[in-house]
């Protein structure tokens, strides 16, 4: 049985590698779900990615970041170059899935063999990505796609889990929302590599331009110094994505900042990999949490009896959890 399997997930991540897109859809659909079988293909595939350049995409919702995505898959699709791109919906209230929002607004592109779009739910993890949004991006890198967009799911100023996976951030934001400097520095502004300002046809495009430029300014006089430290030029680019303007500029944009970046390469290699395994730690020891708190209702029911604060408890738990011993709380 173990023989079987085992040529069972040597044989699905050699279709994945050779670029089988239904295996490569059912595998994402399997990362998501969590299921041990993916993770140990997941595994196979590991030492094949790290190839494909990502770019993340987030900003302020409404701004148009999927229309502008659409646009970027048209324009490396003309260069010749496979586009992977994972969307960060919102939970559906119902079900849990995501609501498909952006992979409706790319259908244009449905019968490409060289693109691939997988939207992906929120499930209510902050930061504007999905859990498995890593996973998925090292599907996609080992199948062979040049660029992958990340696009996050559009909730406002915390998206900033982005920096750690995405080699290339790109915040988009638009006109007419006010104070559009208070609408997008204290969370994102921060982590633009460069600035879309979309739907640049509408009344006040230079003054958001204006204030944007202000606002880089003054992260200028912030940045950290030395020969270490990362480049702080954000470019600022106008697109009307409806109509395809912008978007050449924008791709163009993209490349010199990954040019001019080139050195940083291995730093943000190594940020990333911290980050995976982070995440991973996080969600398997979040299920033998789980798991515990279920075994030691026992536990949980002293606290509610406040018969053992959640602190003291929460210690003796966790010796329980990493040295398999019994340690009950004592009221």
Request: glycine residues 10%.
């Amino acid at each position: 049985m173990a023989d079987s399997i085992s040529t069972r997930i040597s044989q699905i991540a050699a279709s994945v590698l050779a670029g089988d897109l239904r295996l490569g859809a059912r595998l994402i659909r399997d990362l998501d779900d969590r299921t041990e079988l993916a993770e140990s293909v997941l595994g196979k595939l590991w030492p094949h990615t790290g190839r494909a350049y990502l770019v993340g995409l987030t900003g302020n919702p409404g701004a148009g970041k999927s229309t502008v995505v659409d646009g970027l898959i048209a324009h490396y699709r003309k260069q010749g170059l496979r586009v992977g791109v994972v969307a960060i919906d919102p939970s559906s209230p119902f079900s849990g899935g995501a609501i498909l929002g952006d992979r409706i607004r790319m259908q244009r592109h449905a019968l490409d063999d060289g693109v691939f779009i997988r939207s992906l739910a929120s499930r209510g993890h902050l930061g504007g990505l999905s859990r498995s949004t890593g996973e998925v991006v090292a599907v996609l890198d080992a199948m062979g796609f040049d660029i992958v967009l990340i696009e996050t799911v559009g909730v406002g100023q915390g998206e900033v889990d982005v920096v750690a996976l995405a080699d290339t951030k790109v915040v988009v934001t638009v006109p007419g929302l006010g104070d559009e400097v208070q609408a997008i520095k204290a969370g994102i502004l921060e982590i633009a590599d460069v600035l879309v300002v979309n739907k640049a046809d509408r009344e006040g495009a230079d003054r958001t331009v204006r204030d944007l430029m202000t606002m880089l300014e003054l992260r200028k006089t912030d940045a950290p110094l030395g020969p270490n430290a990362p480049p702080t030029e954000v470019e600022i680019v106008r697109t009307v994505a409806t109509r395809g303007d912008g978007i050449s500029q924008l791709a163009e944009t993209i490349e010199k900042h990954k040019l001019r970046t080139a050195h940083f390469a291995t730093a943000r290699r190594r940020t990333r990999a911290r980050r995976e395994l982070r995440e991973t730690l996080l969600d398997r020891l979040l299920g033998r949490i789980d798991a515990l708190l279920e075994r030691r209702a026992d536990c949980v029911a002293q606290v509610e009896n406040r018969q053992v604060d959640p602190y003291s408890a929460s210690e003796l738990l966790l010796a329980e959890l990493f040295s398999e011993t019994s340690v009950r709380p004592t009221p």
